[in-house]
């Protein structure tokens, strides 16, 4: 088969042009720091890189909900802290009050203090956390404890609802605990205890101050404490949790690095090639390809 000038022009056109597409993606590499622009510069490479992105999008969000419920919690936590301290207060007025030696006049001092008490733990037990109130249960845009200004009865608005937030894929745990099973719990009931203790106060019933009440008070108090430790036991869940997705994720991070970045020193060699190769192919093209009938008219 007779070679023409024709068919060399395309053969060094064509091998240009394979070599300036090469160039091409070297350039693209380097100016973008991925090894892939597109998926059909590696369709098998493209997916694992999407698959990992996805997943630490993925752990992301679950590392946001995890340091919200962390909030969520430790704020209940500590707003049960100050309750602690609040019962604990209690009962050393429930203990001076059943003294017979107190007159009437100082047991109503006491009865004073104590209905501060009371409205101490409705504000605590009003404590919110990113605009919602941790003891509200699924109403938690309104305070949910108020007392009545007629008869000094404590009222709950909230529900009884738990929530729970995803903290991995099919993983929950509930981050609150309702304000009805915290503060009015049958078992140990914090208001009624506070509000029986301040009447008893006021009547100077010695008896029940030394009997019914102070049990009351110890029962609450016992609640409250054991209700810290569930919190605390969460609270220290999520801790472990986001340690081990924090590392997790900078696993995920670095394989997907490892995948998408590109290798400076091996790009920049690259590219050098590429654009070796590209300069000689036009240098030897224009070599071989002989010249026209126009070029000896010129």
Same mark, same amino acid.
Request: no cysteine.
């Given at each position: 088969?007779?070679?023409?000038?024709?068919?060399?022009?395309?053969?060094?056109?064509?091998?240009?042009?394979?070599?300036?597409?090469?160039?091409?993606?070297?350039?693209?590499?380097?100016?973008? %720091?991925?090894?892939?622009?597109?998926?059909?510069?590696?369709?098998?490479?493209?997916?694992?890189?999407?698959?990992?992105?996805?997943?630490?999008?993925?752990?992301?969000?679950?590392?946001?909900?995890?340091?919200?419920?962390?909030?969520?919690?430790?704020?209940?936590?500590?707003?049960?802290?100050?309750?602690?301290?609040?019962?604990?207060?209690?009962?050393?007025?429930?203990?001076?009050?059943?003294? %017979?030696?107190?007159?009437?006049?100082?047991?109503?001092?006491?009865?004073?203090?104590?209905?501060?008490?009371?409205?101490?733990?409705?504000?605590?037990?009003?404590?919110?956390?990113?605009?919602?109130?941790?003891?509200?249960?699924?109403?938690?845009?309104?305070?949910?404890?108020?007392?009545?200004?007629?008869?000094?009865?404590?009222?709950?608005?909230?529900?009884?609802?738990?929530?729970?937030?995803?903290?991995?894929? %099919?993983?929950?745990?509930?981050?609150?605990?309702?304000?009805?099973?915290?503060?009015?719990?049958?078992?140990?009931?914090?208001?009624?205890?506070?509000?029986?203790?301040?009447?008893?106060?006021?009547?100077?019933?010695?008896?029940?101050?030394? %009997?019914?009440?102070?049990?009351?008070?110890?029962?609450?108090?016992?609640?409250?404490?054991?209700?810290?430790?569930?919190?605390?036991?969460?609270?220290?869940?999520?801790?472990?949790?986001?340690?081990?997705?924090?590392?997790?994720?900078?696993?995920?991070?670095?394989?997907?690095?490892?995948?998408?970045?590109?290798?400076?020193?091996?790009?920049?060699?690259?590219?050098?090639?590429?654009?070796?190769?590209?300069?000689?192919?036009?240098?030897?093209?224009?070599?071989?390809?002989?010249?026209?009938?126009?070029?000896?008219?010129?």
């Amino acid at each position: 088969m007779r070679v023409t000038n024709g068919m060399i022009a395309d053969t060094v056109l064509r091998n240009l042009n394979r070599n300036l597409k090469r160039l091409q993606k070297m350039q693209e590499q380097m100016s973008s %720091g991925k090894t892939v622009s597109r998926p059909s510069d590696d369709p098998v490479n493209v997916a694992r890189i999407m698959r990992l992105q996805s997943m630490v999008h993925e752990q992301e969000k679950y590392h946001d909900n995890m340091k919200n419920a962390q909030g969520y919690i430790d704020n209940a936590e500590s707003a049960l802290a100050t309750v602690s301290d609040i019962m604990n207060r209690a009962r050393e007025l429930a203990v001076y009050g059943a003294n %017979g030696s107190m007159s009437d006049e100082d047991r109503k001092a006491l009865a004073a203090e104590v209905d501060e008490l009371i409205s101490e733990t409705i504000e605590v037990a009003n404590t919110s956390f990113d605009g919602r109130y941790v003891f509200g249960g699924f109403k938690s845009e309104e305070p949910p404890f108020s007392r009545d200004e007629v008869d000094g009865s404590i009222n709950y608005s909230g529900d009884s609802g738990k929530m729970e937030w995803e903290v991995a894929r %099919g993983v929950t745990i509930p981050v609150n605990i309702p304000g009805d099973e915290l503060f009015q719990n049958g078992s140990g009931n914090v208001f009624d205890v506070l509000l029986q203790l301040k009447e008893a106060l006021e009547t100077s019933d010695q008896e029940a101050l030394s %009997g019914s009440v102070l049990e009351g008070v110890d029962a609450a108090s016992n609640l409250i404490l054991s209700q810290r430790a569930v919190l605390g036991a969460r609270s220290n869940r999520l801790e472990v949790a986001q340690d081990r997705a924090f590392i997790s994720n900078i696993n995920m991070t670095e394989m997907l690095s490892k995948l998408e970045d590109v290798d400076w020193a091996e790009a920049s060699m690259n590219f050098a090639t590429a654009a070796a190769v590209y300069n000689a192919a036009l240098a030897t093209g224009a070599q071989v390809i002989q010249p026209t009938l126009l070029d000896y008219l010129r």
